[in-house]
């Protein structure tokens, strides 16, 4: 929920947006803050967290953001495990640079929590400064071919076909390597029908140790949570795929 000063912030600026012109990156700024002021952090944790284990868990309408800036600018993600940190002097070894995409799942003070989606491996989630960042307007009703394909992330995969009756079949394998090999794997065989850009699978077994899985379809990204009970011990679907290329 919206907390009143922000709501009454958002809307007193959405009014004096048709008094006078502001500048372009003020603009976006204040799109982005006010169309995700919703997102909070898991209970539990530091509002200054944004790590990969929690950020698939802790929104219900992630956003796509193109990193903005001159050509080349880096826009370096922002450690939170020191004291002090997101902030000036908190910078990583990771790095965006214009025209690179992001999922975002919340802000807090300046920095958006953002994921970035590498061709290989899981990818880098942490702090981005907001002023880096133009929101892109997505659709929350997308067409049903939209989902289908095959979806990557890291090691796992999830495959999604017509069904019948406008319902979709999923299959899926995830895999958790430990040491030398051992390994457990994870196998998703389910049919689910959409309600606009969600699909949730298992939702109708009341078993909470039964597989249940959340998939956000964000363009070409799909946003995936489980409840870590759909494989073998540590395995879990979660993540941020990609569509593979045919």
């Given at each position: 929920m919206i907390r009143p000063k922000l709501f009454k912030f958002c809307a007193g600026w959405a009014a004096g947006l048709v008094l006078k012109v502001m500048r372009n990156i003020t603009v976006s700024i204040l799109v982005l803050i006010c169309a995700i002021s919703a997102f909070s952090q898991l209970d539990g944790n530091p509002p200054s967290w944004c790590r990969g284990g929690s950020f698939l868990h802790e929104s219900e309408d992630y956003q796509i953001a193109r990193i903005n800036g001159d050509?080349?600018?880096?826009?370096?993600?922002?450690?939170?495990?020191?004291?002090?940190?997101?902030?000036?002097?908190?910078?990583?070894?990771?790095?965006?640079?214009?025209?690179?995409?992001?999922?975002?799942?919340?802000?807090?003070?300046?920095?958006?929590?953002?994921?970035?989606?590498?061709?290989?491996?899981?990818?880098?989630?942490?702090?981005?400064?907001?002023?880096?960042?133009?929101?892109?307007?997505?659709?929350?009703?997308?067409?049903?071919?939209?989902?289908?394909?095959?979806?990557?992330?890291?090691?796992?995969?999830?495959?999604?076909?017509?069904?019948?009756?406008?319902?979709?079949?999923?299959?899926g394998n995830a895999t958790w390597r430990g040491l030398g090999d051992n390994i457990h794997i994870g196998e998703l065989d389910h049919k689910a029908s959409p309600a606009g850009n969600i699909l949730k699978l298992g939702e109708e077994d009341k078993d909470e140790l039964e597989c249940k899985v959340t998939l956000r379809l964000l363009g070409r990204y799909m946003v995936v949570s489980d409840n870590m009970k759909c494989g073998g011990a540590n395995v879990t679907f979660s993540g941020v795929y990609l569509k593979a290329k045919k």
């Open positions: 050509a080349k600018e880096k826009a370096f993600f922002l450690d939170d495990t020191r004291e002090g940190c997101p902030g000036k002097g908190c910078e990583s070894k990771s790095y965006v640079v214009p025209e690179d995409e992001v999922v975002i799942s919340r802000i807090w003070n300046d920095w958006a929590c953002a994921w970035y989606s590498a061709k290989k491996g899981a990818g880098t989630v942490g702090w981005l400064p907001i002023k880096r960042i133009d929101l892109i307007p997505g659709t929350l009703s997308p067409l049903q071919n939209e989902w289908l394909g095959n979806w990557k992330y890291a090691d796992n995969s999830i495959a999604i076909k017509n069904g019948t009756g406008g319902s979709l079949t999923l299959t």
